[in-house]
């Protein structure tokens, strides 16, 4: 017994040693060479990305999205055969160019594109797996479902699906996630078979940004509508929470749909990337400074030279030839928008106290904002030894640059009370303290907001007035550099901010190149008035209202909930939308229709039964439900 267990573990012994040594034969001493073997069968190796993560407007409405798209290509060497079966497909998928992709897999002689990309229906992937030299392989393919709406800052990718700009490029590892390695070998008879190897699982993830597509969507309107209007090269605008820094809508015109093939122009967000002077928008900041440091007060007086003003042998003029203008106080050179009296202003303030302000609003730096190719602008340092025509310049927006995203950012520490807020793409959690930092004294900031509401009322911002609220705000007619280094044509523009409203928002408009008028108060006010009064009367963006004066048009003791229009279409028989009005507006529309009626709550609608466009008759019973207004 004892031997047959000798013999039998001998055998064993052999075996074993026979296994292993073929095993270290094949993995040590063979492996180049089987290595080498494996990789002359590879004929594609290809990587294969997750579906992109989406992006999304910080209501979770979607900006990009994915498609299913197919590739389809070819390793055949045997061309009679391929010849054959392209005209195959040529009858599947019309667009086959059969000769061109014949001459092409003759000159490659291994793998060869036959079209990339491409959109099919199921019954066509079916047809054309039946195919023998033709291979089809599934991909996710990137779409911008509402086409122009933010494509400058959203960017796009490329065909391998890689962020080339904007938020896509930004946050491409997020978004991408990890790809799975397809490998294609040749089999016994030389056919293509292809491997999947495992991936990482590394998942994709979505992007939130603070855009409302609402606002976005109204802002882009009004801005073609603006600069089209005024025959202009192009224009700018955005809308900026003057709290937490989040970005509500952002755009430049003329813009472009990220869904067409590349090479278009205006592909970048130029109110990030492309500095220019501001003009008079920048005086705001000037006195801002002077009051901050102790300079002024805004009754102080300065004597404006009835329009021309000698520095350095140069003559200081007002931006208007009409304006004369003697003794004004601080805020009426504000109001009145006084090339001479901020000068005289920034003389009293010297360079350096109006540097270290300036530097405070982010003048100069970048802010970071989630877009590639930001500017920091340009501004002279006081080492530079700033003269004082230079520094005369300066106070009023000439010989410095700044972006359109610094000069929102600056004045939302006026709307704020005095906070600088780093301007943000992405939704701010609600939960989570907002990082700011005092840059002016409230005291400052109420005083140049009371300033700039009466250049609003009673100076050169007129056309910007929104019915029923206090609009703080500056225009500029800021003379456009050109490649010479001298001045052609402006930037029209109006920077400002609705002020008796609970969540502050600061909104900038700039037309650039204008040729049907020039002035910010004719072309740049009106845009920026459209894109308030959007906002301030939606009905998904209501805003509680401090009580405004009485000469505004309100009695204090009104309710002041304000929507888009308290006017409501009414048609026989059918149910009106009742969504976002208060009790006085939809107490009146009830009356209208003849309803028997419940109400519950307070605030305005936020349900209501039957629906909107629902048939009715009298007497029919309708539901109303009411919660406070709220911003979001």
Avoid at 159 to 180: C, M, Q, R, T
Avoid at 264 to 292: H, R
Avoid at 386 to 413: C, D, E, H, K, P
Avoid at 610 to 629: C, D, K, M
């Amino acid at each position: 017994m004892k031997a047959k267990i000798a013999v039998a573990f001998v055998l064993f012994l052999i075996l074993f040693s026979a296994v292993i040594g073929k095993a270290i034969y094949i993995q040590v001493l063979s492996r180049d060479k089987l290595i080498a073997y494996s990789e002359s069968q590879l004929i594609r190796k290809t990587k294969i990305y997750p579906k992109r993560g989406f992006i999304l407007d910080r209501n979770k409405n979607p900006l990009a999205i994915n498609v299913q798209k197919y590739n389809l290509f070819t390793f055949a060497k045997d061309y009679k055969k391929l010849s054959k079966e392209l005209y195959k497909l040529d009858e599947i998928y019309p667009p086959a160019k059969v000769t061109q992709i014949l001459k092409e897999a003759k000159k490659r002689k291994k793998f060869t594109w036959i079209a990339r990309d491409i959109e099919l229906t199921k019954k066509q992937v079916s047809e054309i797996k039946k195919l023998k030299t033709v291979l089809v392989e599934s991909r996710s393919s990137r779409f911008y479902p509402n086409h122009e709406l933010l494509a400058q800052t959203l960017g796009f990718v490329g065909i391998d699906n890689d962020g080339l700009a904007g938020i896509e490029y930004i946050f491409n590892e997020d978004l991408k996630g990890e790809p799975v390695i397809h490998k294609y070998f040749k089999d016994a008879k030389g056919r293509p078979v292809k491997f999947k190897s495992a991936n990482f699982d590394k998942r994709t993830k979505d992007i939130v940004l603070s855009i409302d597509k609402d606002i976005q969507a109204d802002l882009e309107e009004y801005l073609k509508e603006g600069v089209e209007k005024a025959e202009a090269s192009g224009g700018g605008a955005a809308v900026m929470d003057a709290v937490t820094g989040e970005v509500l809508a952002m755009a430049n015109y003329p813009a472009y749909d990220p869904n067409l093939k590349r090479g278009n122009k205006n592909q970048k967000i130029s109110f990030v990337t492309d500095p220019f002077e501001p003009g008079s928008i920048f005086k705001t900041l000037t006195i801002a400074s002077a009051l901050e440091n102790h300079i002024v007060k805004p009754d102080t007086n300065y004597y404006c030279e009835r329009g021309r003003f000698k520095v350095d042998n140069h003559y200081i003029t007002e931006s208007d030839n009409n304006h004369v203008f003697e003794w004004l106080s601080v805020s009426d050179i504000l109001k009145n928008s006084s090339n001479i009296g901020t000068t005289k202003i920034a003389f009293d303030l010297t360079y350096p106290q109006l540097y270290e302000t300036l530097k405070k609003f982010g003048i100069g730096s970048r802010t970071n904002i989630e877009v590639p190719g930001e500017s920091r602008g340009i501004l002279d340092k006081p080492e530079d030894k700033v003269s004082a025509l230079r520094l005369s310049n300066i106070s009023f927006g000439q010989g410095v640059a700044t972006t359109g995203i610094q000069m929102l950012a600056s004045y939302a520490a006026f709307a704020n009370g005095g906070y600088y807020v780093k301007p943000t793409l992405l939704k701010v959690d609600s939960k989570k303290k907002i990082k700011s930092q005092r840059i002016v004294s409230r005291r400052t900031a109420e005083a140049i907001t009371n300033m700039l509401i009466e250049a609003v009322e009673d100076g050169t911002g007129a056309n910007a007035k929104v019915k029923r609220f206090k609009i703080a705000g500056k225009t500029s007619t800021a003379q456009r550099s050109d490649p010479t280094g001298g001045y052609s044509g402006y930037i029209a523009g109006f920077i400002g901010y609705p002020v008796n409203i609970d969540k502050k928002f600061v909104t900038y408009v700039y037309v650039d190149n204008p040729k049907n008028g020039y002035y910010g108060n004719t072309v740049a006010a009106p845009i920026f008035q459209k894109i308030v009064s959007s906002i301030l009367y939606n009905t998904k963006s209501i805003h509680r209202l401090e009580v405004p004066e009485s000469k505004q048009g309100i009695e204090e003791s009104d309710t002041l909930h304000i929507k888009l229009s308290a006017q409501r279409k009414i048609e026989k028989g059918v149910m009106p939308n009742f969504m976002g009005l208060d009790k006085i507006s939809a107490n009146s529309l009830l009356e209208k229709i003849e309803a028997d009626y419940s109400i519950k709550g307070f605030g305005v609608v936020t349900r209501q039964s039957p629906e909107a466009g629902s048939a009715i008759s009298p007497g029919t019973s309708v539901r109303l439900e009411f919660q406070p207004p709220a911003y979001e």
